[in-house]
């Protein structure tokens, strides 16, 4: 899960960097097997570290790199059908690309059936496979590499159809030399990578000129994000009615129930861990359907049925919340429940903590609703992502009950249970209601409708904040509140405070240059589902350099330093840079006037000149064909940065000298401005 459903509670975010490094996640195999009358199979095996995916043959366009294969014989061979997959598909919404989007994770396997012309003959199978690979903050550089294996065919006396002595002929007069191995043959240029401009012997990203900006390094963990989340929703729930008197009578019992206070608050504490335990085993039964069914999560996290679901679910919850009716859990549990208290000991103190989880759920059952919804609509390890949110829910009660315990006098300094309570739950279906237009959004563009633009989302939330507006300053209210109850300080503070986000949302309706609502970016509709978006038009008015050595040039001219981007067309996490960081008005003049950009594309498939074009041994059987400008710059970027992640951002003097320690991936906005001011300041001091 990325931070996008917590920015939906919380209005925040966090991202961190990550280290610079070349990534091989993952690893590939080439087979080639006889299925019989003279019918062969070509087969690509794919390994995949643990969260990384790759794409599927079948993406839409204008998305991510979809992954090819192409099988061709010198000797001549029949194509069966198409390129099959096998693998465990993940399908879902990219609100990146705005479409549909197919990847593999942990393994895949890609085939493509033949037949030779002439089954007599021993013959050269070669593969070219292109794919790219993602994980939830990067992707690296699409790969082309090219495989080989000499085929004696079944009916040429072979038995396998395979040999394990491979081809060793010479493939041009250019100094290309063929490796043999027992499964590969790999054709290698031995000409260095200078003469084709790769190697820049000025671009030292090992020690660069200062090391001021470097962004950290550790990996943002989802897990505790939802943790975090969690004990949030666990303490707004305290403050229900349903719970909120239930503290002080339950503690008293176990401090004033006993003559032995010690034991007292000990059985207290056992209290606040059984609760833990309750919360944290209300998500087993999600592991166990993970198991089950495999990616059923990931299938139905982008269901424009599933999402609708939600909407009618969060709008029911609404309404509970309001006050017209209540969910609870029949009553028979709770009696049940309730009875098995007697059996004393830590068994009576389990069905204590139970009964509490039980009769509460009228108030927790929303809050905990929105914590599936927000993990289920989520691309990441669901049922773990639940673990951790609801323990994170039971612990946040069980620390209150605790120090309670342990410190009983606390007790009187508790507010008096009374409508405050119910002015929490009124404000929490407020917040339903909202949640509730973010499920109807992402069914809206994962069908394509794309009926709910981006203004229409926002005026939604301006007449829920208006609601709750009118509400807080008692205007308007709802079944529980008591109609001559005076409006208290709180109220009036919040009710300010929702002045200023409704405030804060009007400005969101006019059309600007730079995007607005930065604070909701991934909350609303994309920027290109507008009543205003225009296609064709370019990224917040920049108009950078694609081609490394003019921009070099571009940047003596102009005795700026250079900012070098490596993106790519198929990146969605260079798109949330772009659009929510780029767009930044402490960001955008930095990149506009302090800096020439180089954007340098690493999936572009324009073909280089032939006289550039080459072919570089990677070692493990692997070759690199350096044949499109995206080639180059993948390669460029492998070669003088060693690293091979988008977004990646290199600052460099107009000589070419790395000023300061390089960034990758998507990052908070003063990690990206700290690296820029660092940069910038150090070239201004010493030009």
Not at 359 to 369: A, E, K, N, W
Not at 590 to 614: G, M
Request: with cysteine; net charge neutral.
């Amino acid at each position: 899960m990325n931070f996008r459903n917590w920015l939906i509670l919380v209005l925040t975010f966090l991202y961190t960097g990550i280290s610079a490094q070349i990534k091989d996640p993952v690893k590939l195999k080439f087979d080639v097997n006889p299925t019989g009358n003279n019918v062969y199979e070509a087969v690509i095996s794919a390994t995949l570290e643990k969260g990384w995916h790759i794409y599927s043959k079948d993406l839409p366009p204008d998305s991510g790199i979809p992954t090819e294969m192409i099988v061709t014989s010198k000797e001549g061979i029949e194509l069966i059908g198409g390129i099959t997959e096998v693998g465990k598909k993940h399908d879902e919404f990219s609100e990146a690309f705005g479409v549909q989007i197919v990847y593999f994770s942990n393994n895949a396997q890609f085939k493509q059936k033949f037949r030779f012309k002439n089954p007599e003959k021993p013959a050269v199978i070669s593969v070219e496979f292109t794919y790219q690979t993602c994980d939830d903050r990067v992707c690296l550089a699409p790969n082309t590499l090219e495989f080989e294996k000499k085929i004696t065919p079944v009916s040429a006396g072979s038995g396998s159809g395979s040999e394990n002595q491979e081809t060793a002929e010479e493939t041009n007069p250019q100094n290309e030399a063929v490796l043999s191995s027992p499964d590969v043959a790999t054709t290698v240029q031995a000409a260095p990578l200078d003469p084709k401009n790769l190697k820049i012997n000025s671009l030292d990203f090992n020690n660069p000129l200062t090391d001021c900006g470097t962004a950290p390094v550790e990996k943002s963990d989802s897990y505790l994000t939802y943790l975090i989340l969690g004990f949030l929703g666990g303490l707004i729930a305290l403050l229900t009615p349903c719970v909120f008197p239930m503290i002080p009578l339950t503690v008293s019992f176990f401090t004033k129930g006993t003559k032995d206070k010690a034991k007292g608050r000990k059985d207290a504490f056992i209290y606040g861990f059984f609760i833990l335990l309750i919360f944290i085993l209300l998500s087993v039964p999600f592991h166990v359907i993970d198991g089950i069914a495999g990616n059923i999560f990931n299938q139905i996290s982008t269901s424009v049925g599933l999402n609708i679901f939600f909407f009618v679910v969060f709008l029911f919850f609404a309404g509970s919340f309001f006050g017209y009716y209540d969910i609870t859990l029949p009553s028979s549990i709770a009696n049940k429940s309730s009875r098995a208290e007697e059996a004393g000991g830590m068994v009576g103190i389990f069905f204590m903590a139970l009964t509490l989880v039980i009769v509460s759920f009228s108030c927790t059952g929303p809050i905990l609703g929105t914590l599936l919804g927000s993990a289920v609509t989520g691309s990441s390890n669901i049922p773990m992502l639940l673990t951790f949110a609801l323990a994170g829910f039971g612990l946040s009660w069980a620390i209150i009950f605790g120090l309670l315990a342990l410190f009983p006098q606390a007790l009187q300094s508790l507010p008096k249970s009374g409508g405050w309570m119910n002015t929490v739950k009124v404000v929490l279906g407020f917040i339903e209601l909202g949640l509730a237009l973010k499920f109807l959004s992402k069914a809206d563009l994962v069908s394509k409708t794309f009926l709910l633009k981006r203004e229409l989302f926002i005026v939604l939330w301006i007449l829920i904040t208006l609601g709750l507006v009118l509400y807080l300053f008692g205007l308007i209210r709802f079944p529980h509140d008591d109609k001559k109850a005076k409006i208290s300080s709180g109220r009036k503070v919040f009710g300010i405070l929702s002045i200023g986000f409704l405030m804060y949302l009007i400005q969101g309706l006019f059309p600007s240059e730079r995007p607005r609502l930065q604070m909701l970016s991934g909350i609303l509709p994309p920027l290109n589902v507008s009543y205003f978006h225009k296609e064709g038009e370019g990224i917040l008015g920049l108009h950078p350099e694609h081609d490394y050595f003019k921009a070099i040039e571009q940047a003596k001219k102009e005795n700026k330093p250079l900012l070098i981007d490596f993106t790519g067309y198929g990146c969605e996490n260079c798109r949330k840079m772009e659009e929510f960081i780029w767009s930044e008005p402490d960001i955008l003049p930095l990149l506009q006037n302090e800096v020439v950009l180089a954007s340098l594309y690493v999936d572009d498939k324009e073909e280089l000149p032939e006289d550039q074009q080459t072919r570089i041994d990677m070692g493990n059987g692997k070759m690199k064909r350096i044949k499109t400008i995206g080639d180059r710059w993948s390669m460029f970027q492998q070669v003088n940065f060693n690293n091979n992640s988008q977004p990646h951002y290199v600052l460099v003097t107009p000589d070419g000298e790395v000023i300061n320690t390089p960034v990758s991936g998507y990052m908070p906005k003063e990690d990206f401005k700290k690296f820029l001011e660092c940069g910038i300041q150090y070239f201004k001091n010493n030009k």
